[in-house]
């Protein structure tokens, strides 16, 4: 089979009514491949971030309580309203976890880095329906197949072909139904729900935020960020009866896990002893290599001897000053605000003017109160070389570009018995010149393998 007629094949198999509302992508003939290596440490890590959640909802509880500085809770609960953090101090909820674990991992140079957990992230469908596309191609590609000097290797994707349908449909274990209840907000994500709900049978059924029909026994998706509560009718009926217990609700309510300033919290040298206590040194060493240094934006004054660790400032204004040079940076909203996913919020140092950085700082320094800024050291995507398929033109289009790999880790079982699987590993690879990795019309989307 051609590369032409696999592309074609990816392509024909779409669904009717598409995976992303008016998105497109380009498609690659095969998928991305990532190594041996990576993918055996992407396997492993998804323990990592299950305790790593574990340790930081410990955090949150034990600051509450006094047991850990209350700046930490403080930090976490700015700009929440009391709702929300009512019932994210249940003890309803105490123990409660997001059972979708997805990082955002970006290749460079010195290897890889973690920018983000997302514990509401959108692919899970689309990297579903990609596993299972790329897994039906016919394997018959020579190891190097050559279609107009651009090398083109076949290989099985991470997690096969049922691996992330497998991943989210056990993590809600006997419920009854499961309805998976996406908002307007997230409405360009509905598509990809309703073809995951479809593969996974009757059971599972895609709802609006006005849906209202759940029964005891019944296990809720929320697929809505908890700033977007209010635009969401049917979320109070949800909570009331996920604190009755009448339900099982996933991610749980709890804001702090849709916050970048975790990482913020992971690096704090203040806290080394608790992370070294509750991750272990060695999922403690393991993190911190991969997650690039990260500040939270406090605009609390230092005293006259200190500064910010690792960037030397004494305050926050000076970020301002620093040269275009020095500015390998990125300032983004830490989350609870319709600016804090996808590529919005976010501001490369580097990439912009002396004003325009100066006024992205200016504003994280005045929002501390509402909307928490964090700040991180940007380690430049390295290039990598992969191809795409042209059906105006028939050919096969090489494409340097810069490479995300979402994996997705899927929690099934309880408490200390819980586990963290990988399902599959959605890469998106942007052109050289975009700044900002992110799923865009001109990117191309497709399933990792070794």
């Not at 929440?80 to 019932?87: A, D, M, R």
């Not at 689309?126 to 090398?151: C, E, F, H, M």
């Not at 076949?154 to 499961?178: E, H, K, R, T, Y």
């Not at 509560?229 to 217990?245: D, G, T």
Request: aromatic content about 10%; glycine content about 8%.
């Amino acid at each position: 089979m051609t590369t032409a007629e696999r592309a074609r094949l990816v392509r024909e198999r779409m669904p009717p009514e598409g995976l992303f509302a008016a998105q497109n992508w380009r498609i690659s003939p095969t998928p991305f491949p990532i190594g041996h290596e990576l993918a055996v440490e992407l396997e492993s890590l998804g323990r990592i971030f299950l305790q790593f959640n574990r340790a930081t909802n410990l955090l949150y509880r034990q600051s509450l309580a006094g047991k850990q500085p209350s700046w930490i809770s403080e930090w976490l609960d700015q700009g929440k309203p009391q709702e929300l953090l009512e019932l994210q101090r249940s003890a309803v909820f105490k123990n409660d976890l997001p059972r979708v674990i997805r990082p955002d991992i970006l290749l460079n140079d010195a290897g890889a880095t973690i920018t983000e957990l997302d514990s509401v992230p959108g692919g899970i469908g689309l990297t579903a329906w990609l596993n299972r596309v790329y897994s039906q191609l016919p394997d018959d590609l020579p190891p190097a197949l050559t279609d107009g000097k651009i090398p083109v290797v076949s290989a099985p994707v991470i997690g096969g072909a049922n691996g992330m349908l497998q991943g989210f449909g056990g993590i809600f274990g006997d419920a009854n139904n499961v309805h998976i209840v996406v908002s307007d907000e997230a409405g360009s994500y509905r598509p990809e729900m309703h073809w995951l709900a479809e593969q996974l049978g009757p059971r599972f059924q895609v709802r609006d935020s006005h849906f209202s029909e759940f029964a005891d026994g019944d296990a809720i998706y929320r697929f809505f960020e908890l700033f977007d509560v209010p635009n969401v009718p049917n979320s109070n009926r949800i909570f009331e009866m996920a604190l009755a217990k009448q339900i099982r609700l996933t991610p749980p309510p709890k804001p702090l896990f849709e916050e970048k300033m975790l990482f913020a919290l992971l690096w704090n040298r203040n806290l080394r002893g608790f992370w070294r206590q509750e991750l272990g040194e060695r999922f403690l060493e393991r993190l911190l290599k991969w997650v690039p240094y990260t500040w939270m934006v406090d605009p609390a004054p230092l005293p006259p001897q200190g500064a910010i660790p690792e960037i030397n400032l004494t305050d926050w204004n000076q970020l301002k000053t620093l040269s275009q040079k020095d500015r390998q940076l990125i300032l983004k909203i830490s989350g609870f605000s319709e600016n804090a996913w996808g590529a919005r919020g976010v501001y490369l140092g580097s990439d912009l003017s002396t004003a325009d950085w100066s006024a992205a700082v200016d504003l994280a320094i005045s929002s501390f109160g509402t909307s928490p800024h964090v700040l991180q050291r940007y380690h430049k995507p390295r290039l990598v070389e992969s191809a795409w398929y042209d059906f105006d033109k028939e050919a096969l289009v090489p494409m340097a570009g810069r490479a995300r790999l979402s994996p997705y880790y899927f929690v099934t079982g309880e408490n200390d018995s819980a586990r963290a699987n990988l399902g599959g590993i959605l890469a998106t690879i942007c052109p050289a010149d975009k700044k900002i990795i992110h799923g865009m019309t001109d990117a191309i989307l497709t399933p990792c393998s070794e």
